[in-house]
Protein backbone atom coordinates (compact mmCIF):
# COMPACT_ATOMS: atom_id res chain seq x y z
CA UNK A 1 0.00 0.00 0.00
CA UNK A 2 1.65 3.19 -0.92
CA UNK A 3 1.39 6.77 0.78
CA UNK A 4 -1.81 7.19 -1.20
CA UNK A 5 -3.54 4.56 -0.75
CA UNK A 6 -2.87 4.66 3.41
CA UNK A 7 -4.40 8.18 3.49
CA UNK A 8 -7.46 7.28 1.77
CA UNK A 9 -7.73 4.45 4.08
CA UNK A 10 -7.18 6.12 7.43
CA UNK A 11 -9.43 9.23 6.06
CA UNK A 12 -12.30 6.30 4.97
CA UNK A 13 -11.89 4.51 8.46
CA UNK A 14 -11.67 7.21 11.25
CA UNK A 15 -14.34 9.35 12.34
CA UNK A 16 -12.87 12.75 13.69
CA UNK A 17 -10.55 14.86 12.27
CA UNK A 18 -8.65 17.66 13.27
CA UNK A 19 -7.17 19.61 10.29
CA UNK A 20 -4.87 22.69 9.88
CA UNK A 21 -2.72 24.74 7.87
CA UNK A 22 0.28 26.68 8.53
CA UNK A 23 0.83 30.33 10.32
CA UNK A 24 0.25 33.50 8.15
CA UNK A 25 -2.23 31.14 6.41
CA UNK A 26 -2.66 31.97 2.40
CA UNK A 27 -5.37 31.42 -0.04
CA UNK A 28 -3.66 27.68 -0.65
CA UNK A 29 -3.53 26.60 2.66
CA UNK A 30 -7.12 28.31 3.80
CA UNK A 31 -9.01 27.07 0.35
CA UNK A 32 -7.72 23.08 1.05
CA UNK A 33 -8.50 23.58 4.94
CA UNK A 34 -11.82 24.78 4.13
CA UNK A 35 -12.44 22.51 0.86
CA UNK A 36 -11.77 19.91 2.97
CA UNK A 37 -13.49 20.23 5.89
CA UNK A 38 -16.53 20.54 3.87
CA UNK A 39 -15.80 17.18 2.09
CA UNK A 40 -15.40 15.34 5.34
CA UNK A 41 -18.56 17.05 6.62
CA UNK A 42 -20.47 15.20 3.79
CA UNK A 43 -19.18 12.16 4.48
CA UNK A 44 -20.73 12.61 8.49
CA UNK A 45 -17.05 12.44 10.07
CA UNK A 46 -16.23 14.90 12.81
CA UNK A 47 -14.13 17.84 11.99
CA UNK A 48 -12.28 20.23 13.81
CA UNK A 49 -10.77 22.97 11.14
CA UNK A 50 -8.33 24.91 13.31
CA UNK A 51 -6.20 28.01 12.67
CA UNK A 52 -3.33 29.20 14.68
CA UNK A 53 -3.59 32.78 13.56
CA UNK A 54 -6.86 34.90 12.50
CA UNK A 55 -8.07 34.51 9.39
CA UNK A 56 -7.23 37.59 7.38
CA UNK A 57 -9.91 39.25 5.59
CA UNK A 58 -9.17 38.89 2.38
CA UNK A 59 -10.56 35.38 2.50
CA UNK A 60 -13.56 35.94 4.67
CA UNK A 61 -15.39 35.51 1.39
CA UNK A 62 -14.93 32.23 1.54
CA UNK A 63 -17.71 29.22 2.79
CA UNK A 64 -17.23 27.25 5.76
CA UNK A 65 -15.50 30.13 7.06
CA UNK A 66 -17.43 30.22 10.18
CA UNK A 67 -16.53 26.41 11.07
CA UNK A 68 -13.33 28.03 11.55
CA UNK A 69 -12.29 27.48 15.30
CA UNK A 70 -8.92 29.13 16.98
CA UNK A 71 -8.78 26.82 19.81
CA UNK A 72 -7.79 23.04 20.23
CA UNK A 73 -9.88 20.20 20.81
CA UNK A 74 -10.53 18.68 24.92
CA UNK A 75 -9.73 15.06 23.81
CA UNK A 76 -6.18 14.06 22.11
CA UNK A 77 -8.45 11.28 19.99
CA UNK A 78 -8.62 13.16 16.22
CA UNK A 79 -6.62 12.18 13.44
CA UNK A 80 -4.59 15.20 12.17
CA UNK A 81 -4.29 16.30 8.59
CA UNK A 82 -1.61 19.33 7.69
CA UNK A 83 -2.68 21.02 4.92
CA UNK A 84 0.22 22.67 2.60
CA UNK A 85 2.82 22.45 5.43
CA UNK A 86 5.33 19.30 6.68
CA UNK A 87 7.60 21.12 9.72
CA UNK A 88 5.49 20.97 12.82
CA UNK A 89 6.97 24.26 13.72
CA UNK A 90 5.02 25.83 11.40
CA UNK A 91 1.70 25.17 12.40
CA UNK A 92 1.49 27.27 15.59
CA UNK A 93 3.10 26.62 18.80
CA UNK A 94 -0.12 24.78 20.24
CA UNK A 95 -1.06 22.98 17.40
CA UNK A 96 2.48 21.71 17.07
CA UNK A 97 2.12 20.40 20.71
CA UNK A 98 -1.40 19.12 19.94
CA UNK A 99 0.27 17.24 17.10
CA UNK A 100 2.68 15.09 19.03
CA UNK A 101 -0.69 14.01 21.44
CA UNK A 102 -3.13 12.80 18.41
CA UNK A 103 -2.50 9.28 17.67
CA UNK A 104 -2.11 10.14 13.82
CA UNK A 105 -0.78 12.69 11.67
CA UNK A 106 -1.82 12.96 7.69
CA UNK A 107 0.44 15.23 6.02
CA UNK A 108 -0.77 16.33 2.48
CA UNK A 109 1.71 18.98 1.12
CA UNK A 110 3.21 19.78 -2.13
CA UNK A 111 5.98 21.41 -1.22
CA UNK A 112 9.80 20.53 -2.50
CA UNK A 113 11.39 21.10 0.87
CA UNK A 114 8.36 20.00 3.11
CA UNK A 115 10.01 18.64 6.34
CA UNK A 116 9.49 15.32 8.18
CA UNK A 117 5.83 15.56 10.46
CA UNK A 118 3.27 12.92 9.35
CA UNK A 119 2.73 9.54 10.43
CA UNK A 120 1.28 9.29 6.51
CA UNK A 121 2.85 11.84 4.02
CA UNK A 122 1.02 12.66 0.56
CA UNK A 123 3.65 15.01 -0.58
CA UNK A 124 3.88 15.56 -4.75
CA UNK A 125 5.18 18.48 -6.33
CA UNK A 126 2.14 20.18 -8.10
CA UNK A 127 0.51 23.55 -8.50
CA UNK A 128 -1.17 23.77 -5.41
CA UNK A 129 -1.92 22.12 -2.44
CA UNK A 130 -5.47 22.23 -3.51
CA UNK A 131 -5.13 20.21 -6.39
CA UNK A 132 -4.36 17.33 -3.78
CA UNK A 133 -7.06 18.17 -1.72
CA UNK A 134 -9.53 17.72 -4.95
CA UNK A 135 -7.69 14.24 -5.86
CA UNK A 136 -8.31 12.90 -2.58
CA UNK A 137 -12.15 14.30 -2.33
CA UNK A 138 -12.58 12.33 -5.38
CA UNK A 139 -11.31 9.09 -4.36
CA UNK A 140 -13.53 9.82 -1.22
CA UNK A 141 -16.49 9.69 -3.50
CA UNK A 142 -17.54 13.45 -2.45
CA UNK A 143 -20.06 15.50 -4.48
CA UNK A 144 -18.15 18.73 -5.78
CA UNK A 145 -20.37 20.89 -4.60
CA UNK A 146 -20.39 24.75 -5.47
CA UNK A 147 -19.00 25.47 -1.81
CA UNK A 148 -16.04 23.08 -2.18
CA UNK A 149 -15.22 24.09 -5.72
CA UNK A 150 -15.26 27.87 -4.34
CA UNK A 151 -12.50 26.87 -1.93
CA UNK A 152 -10.82 25.29 -4.18
CA UNK A 153 -10.17 27.38 -7.09
CA UNK A 154 -9.10 29.99 -4.22
CA UNK A 155 -6.24 27.84 -3.20
CA UNK A 156 -5.25 27.43 -7.02
CA UNK A 157 -5.95 30.74 -8.37
CA UNK A 158 -3.58 31.57 -5.13
CA UNK A 159 -0.55 28.74 -5.50
CA UNK A 160 -0.32 29.73 -9.39
CA UNK A 161 -0.60 34.29 -8.72
CA UNK A 162 -3.87 33.85 -10.53
CA UNK A 163 -2.38 31.44 -13.49
CA UNK A 164 1.08 33.45 -13.88
CA UNK A 165 3.19 31.60 -11.89
CA UNK A 166 5.67 28.70 -13.99
CA UNK A 167 4.10 25.44 -12.05
CA UNK A 168 0.82 26.64 -14.24
CA UNK A 169 -0.09 24.15 -16.79
CA UNK A 170 -2.95 21.97 -18.72
CA UNK A 171 -4.00 19.83 -15.80
CA UNK A 172 -4.39 23.24 -13.69
CA UNK A 173 -6.60 24.43 -16.25
CA UNK A 174 -8.13 21.33 -16.29
CA UNK A 175 -8.96 21.21 -12.81
CA UNK A 176 -10.01 24.96 -12.97
CA UNK A 177 -12.72 23.72 -15.69
CA UNK A 178 -14.20 21.28 -13.65
CA UNK A 179 -14.40 23.60 -10.84
CA UNK A 180 -16.11 26.44 -13.00
CA UNK A 181 -18.64 23.64 -14.67
CA UNK A 182 -19.43 22.86 -10.52
CA UNK A 183 -20.26 26.31 -9.89
CA UNK A 184 -17.44 28.77 -9.41
CA UNK A 185 -17.20 32.41 -11.49
CA UNK A 186 -13.75 32.86 -11.79
CA UNK A 187 -14.37 37.03 -12.28
CA UNK A 188 -15.57 36.65 -8.99
CA UNK A 189 -12.96 35.44 -7.31
CA UNK A 190 -10.34 37.18 -9.26
CA UNK A 191 -12.21 40.10 -8.22
CA UNK A 192 -12.64 39.52 -4.38
CA UNK A 193 -8.43 38.58 -4.35
CA UNK A 194 -7.14 41.45 -5.84
CA UNK A 195 -9.38 44.08 -5.87
CA UNK A 196 -9.90 43.97 -1.80
CA UNK A 197 -6.79 45.53 -0.10
CA UNK A 198 -7.29 47.20 3.23
CA UNK A 199 -5.64 51.20 3.06
CA UNK A 200 -3.15 49.64 5.78
CA UNK A 201 -2.01 47.20 3.15
CA UNK A 202 -1.25 50.13 0.55
CA UNK A 203 0.22 51.73 3.72
CA UNK A 204 3.05 48.94 3.95
CA UNK A 205 3.98 48.57 0.55
CA UNK A 206 4.56 52.64 0.22
CA UNK A 207 6.69 51.59 3.15
CA UNK A 208 8.27 49.04 1.74
CA UNK A 209 8.78 50.54 -1.91
CA UNK A 210 10.34 53.33 -0.39
CA UNK A 211 13.38 51.19 1.34
CA UNK A 212 13.40 48.82 -1.84
CA UNK A 213 16.99 48.09 -3.08
CA UNK A 214 19.03 46.62 -5.52
CA UNK A 215 21.81 44.29 -4.90
CA UNK A 216 24.19 41.61 -6.87
CA UNK A 217 24.28 43.95 -9.84
CA UNK A 218 20.70 44.47 -10.21
CA UNK A 219 19.63 40.56 -10.15
CA UNK A 220 18.24 40.86 -6.63
CA UNK A 221 15.82 43.40 -4.82
CA UNK A 222 15.36 43.54 -1.45
CA UNK A 223 13.71 45.59 1.35
CA UNK A 224 12.76 45.33 4.90
CA UNK A 225 9.44 46.16 7.24
CA UNK A 226 9.79 46.76 10.80
CA UNK A 227 7.77 46.12 13.82
CA UNK A 228 7.10 50.11 14.13
CA UNK A 229 5.92 50.31 10.06
CA UNK A 230 3.21 47.56 11.50
CA UNK A 231 2.03 49.48 14.10
CA UNK A 232 2.32 53.38 12.37
CA UNK A 233 -0.02 51.76 9.00
CA UNK A 234 -2.28 49.64 11.83
CA UNK A 235 -1.78 46.82 9.40
CA UNK A 236 -2.11 42.94 9.91
CA UNK A 237 0.49 40.40 9.45
CA UNK A 238 -0.91 39.88 6.03
CA UNK A 239 -1.02 42.82 4.82
CA UNK A 240 2.18 42.53 3.49
CA UNK A 241 1.90 38.82 1.85
CA UNK A 242 3.25 38.96 -1.82
CA UNK A 243 5.06 41.97 -1.58
CA UNK A 244 8.31 40.14 -2.77
CA UNK A 245 6.26 38.92 -5.90
CA UNK A 246 6.26 42.63 -6.97
CA UNK A 247 9.51 43.45 -5.97
CA UNK A 248 10.30 40.30 -8.34
CA UNK A 249 8.51 41.68 -11.65
CA UNK A 250 11.65 44.47 -11.74
CA UNK A 251 13.44 43.89 -15.38
CA UNK A 252 16.74 41.63 -14.57
CA UNK A 253 15.58 40.67 -11.34
CA UNK A 254 16.38 37.30 -10.26
CA UNK A 255 15.70 36.78 -6.48
CA UNK A 256 13.40 39.29 -4.32
CA UNK A 257 13.18 39.61 -0.76
CA UNK A 258 10.99 41.20 1.96
CA UNK A 259 11.59 40.86 5.49
CA UNK A 260 8.57 41.63 7.98
CA UNK A 261 9.21 41.76 11.49
CA UNK A 262 5.59 41.78 12.66
CA UNK A 263 6.07 41.12 16.37
CA UNK A 264 10.08 42.19 17.82
CA UNK A 265 12.65 40.70 17.10
CA UNK A 266 10.82 37.74 14.87
CA UNK A 267 11.22 38.29 11.38
CA UNK A 268 9.37 36.14 8.64
CA UNK A 269 11.78 36.35 5.40
CA UNK A 270 9.81 35.94 1.62
CA UNK A 271 12.34 34.89 -1.18
CA UNK A 272 10.69 34.81 -4.57
CA UNK A 273 12.87 33.44 -7.85
CA UNK A 274 12.39 33.47 -11.49
CA UNK A 275 13.15 29.53 -11.45
CA UNK A 276 17.38 29.99 -11.82
CA UNK A 277 17.73 30.08 -8.04
CA UNK A 278 16.21 27.82 -6.27
CA UNK A 279 15.08 29.65 -2.82
CA UNK A 280 13.67 26.57 -1.72
CA UNK A 281 16.73 25.14 -0.44
CA UNK A 282 18.24 28.06 -0.14
CA UNK A 283 14.99 28.76 2.90
CA UNK A 284 15.88 25.63 3.90
CA UNK A 285 19.41 26.65 5.56
CA UNK A 286 16.95 28.44 7.97
CA UNK A 287 14.69 25.99 8.62
CA UNK A 288 12.12 27.16 5.93
CA UNK A 289 11.12 25.78 2.85
CA UNK A 290 8.72 26.18 0.19
CA UNK A 291 9.21 25.83 -3.58
CA UNK A 292 12.22 26.97 -6.05
CA UNK A 293 10.18 29.87 -6.88
CA UNK A 294 8.71 30.57 -3.84
CA UNK A 295 10.06 30.03 -0.15
CA UNK A 296 10.72 31.38 2.96
CA UNK A 297 12.09 31.37 6.93
CA UNK A 298 11.60 32.43 10.36
CA UNK A 299 14.06 33.68 12.38
CA UNK A 300 15.02 35.88 15.46
CA UNK A 301 17.02 38.85 14.74
CA UNK A 302 16.12 42.65 13.29
CA UNK A 303 15.32 43.06 9.52
CA UNK A 304 18.10 45.86 9.82
CA UNK A 305 20.63 43.16 10.94
CA UNK A 306 19.38 40.00 8.73
CA UNK A 307 19.38 41.91 5.22
CA UNK A 308 22.99 42.48 5.01
CA UNK A 309 23.85 38.49 5.49
CA UNK A 310 20.98 37.61 3.67
CA UNK A 311 22.44 39.77 0.60
CA UNK A 312 26.12 38.69 0.81
CA UNK A 313 24.74 34.88 0.47
CA UNK A 314 22.31 35.91 -2.29
CA UNK A 315 24.79 37.61 -4.10
CA UNK A 316 26.88 34.56 -4.53
CA UNK A 317 23.94 32.42 -6.17
CA UNK A 318 23.54 34.88 -8.96
Known amino acids: MNEQERFLSTVLSHPRFFLTTHVSPDGDGVGSLLALTLALKGLNKEVWPYLSDELPPLYHFLPGRALLRHTLPPENDWVAVVLDCGEADRVGEEASSFLKRVPCVLVLDHHEVSGRLGDVRWVELTYATGALVARLIEALGVELTPDIALNLYVAIFSDTGGFRFQQTTAE ?147
Do not use: M
Open 172 to 318: TFALAQRLCAAGVDPSYVAERLTEHWPFSRFCLLKTALARLKLGGGGKIAYSFLGHEDYQKCKASKADADDFATFFRAIDGVEISVLLKEFRPGEVAVSLRSRGRVNVATFAARYGGGGHRWAAGFRTRTSPEDLVSKLLKELEALV
